[in-house]
């Protein structure tokens, strides 16, 4: 049961009809329909082969996150309240990247129902890291080996500094940001785009019924310094998201400085969420041909 070896074909003598079942290792679904007091069968095996050598970019695949919800605390987030996700709504995936370890990174073929805010100084600084934990809660532990949330390569998470300002500038750990058309967010929106072939996605609850794609968020910070608008912000710190117009933008989070010298917040930016899950190498998927209509399931 343990090698590297799966059952490909059972043929029974007397007419007896048989399947092998590789997981509990034995025949099952016998039919003896000779009525013989001994059946005797040839198994025919075959090297196993694993889902990241049968798989390709684009497939779909289904699988539901533990999580039935998720709760996030309005002390990271800025907002008033905090907010309550449902991870399990979103189940169906698309495979982005099969790894060179047998890993195979995956995104959700939908986004969430509902969003997350992100308000202020508070959202600027731990957004990236929000999100991150936000995607960690659409895992499923048997099938799943890690989770991020696109667009993270690395940044620093949650940001320290005590305030944003000018002072800032000087390094992306102080909240510096990255630039806006060559971040490291790129890489992940040119793999979606490539693989998809648009990067836009509809929410989980209205799907393509929907006139219009939703925006969701895309963890990535940028900073415009200085911002020329009526309030001439030394700086404005914003976080990326994907428009549905197929394009990225930028959600004003907080601006700094202004005419009056005095720091001026910004307003509520609430968006969906399209977390990326990473499944185990070695998996053996149950069923499925990675059609959207029969994906590739281990359930």
Request: hydrophobic residues 30%.
């Amino acid at each position: 049961k343990e090698s590297e070896y799966v059952g490909n074909s059972v043929t029974c003598k007397n007419s007896v009809t048989a399947e092998w079942d590789n997981i509990n290792w034995g025949l099952k679904n016998i039919n003896n329909a000779s009525n013989s007091e001994t059946i005797r069968c040839t198994i025919d095996f075959k090297e196993k082969e694993t889902f990241s050598e049968k798989v390709k970019p684009g497939d779909y695949v289904s699988m539901t996150p533990f999580a039935t919800s998720y709760t996030v605390s309005k002390e990271l987030t800025g907002y008033t309240e905090d907010q309550t996700i449902h991870p399990q709504e979103l189940s169906l995936w698309r495979v982005l990247q099969i790894n060179s370890n047998g890993t195979i990174n995956m995104i959700s073929e939908y986004t969430s129902s509902n969003g997350i805010t992100f308000k202020g100084e508070t959202g600027y600084k731990n957004g990236v890291g929000v999100l991150n934990d936000i995607a960690s809660a659409y895992t499923n532990s048997n099938y799943t080996i890690g989770s991020r949330y696109p667009g993270y390569k690395g940044q620093t998470e949650f940001l320290s500094v005590d305030h944003l300002s000018k002072d800032s500038l000087s390094s992306e750990s102080n909240g510096a940001g990255e630039d806006l058309y060559s971040g490291s967010h790129i890489s992940d929106l040119n793999l979606i785009q490539s693989v998809l072939n648009t990067k836009i996605a509809y929410s989980v609850d209205q799907q393509e019924s929907e006139e219009t794609p939703v925006a969701y968020w895309v963890a990535e910070r940028f900073v415009n310094a200085p911002y020329n608008s009526d309030f001439n912000f030394d700086a404005l710190f914003t976080i990326a998201f994907m428009r549905s117009n197929n394009s990225i933008w930028m959600a004003s989070m907080y601006g700094y400085g202004g005419t009056s010298g005095n720091r001026i917040f910004g307003g509520d930016k609430f968006y969906n969420l399209r977390p990326i899950v990473i499944l185990k190498p070695n998996l053996e998927p149950s069923q499925g041909d990675g059609s959207i209509n029969t994906p590739w399931t281990f359930e």
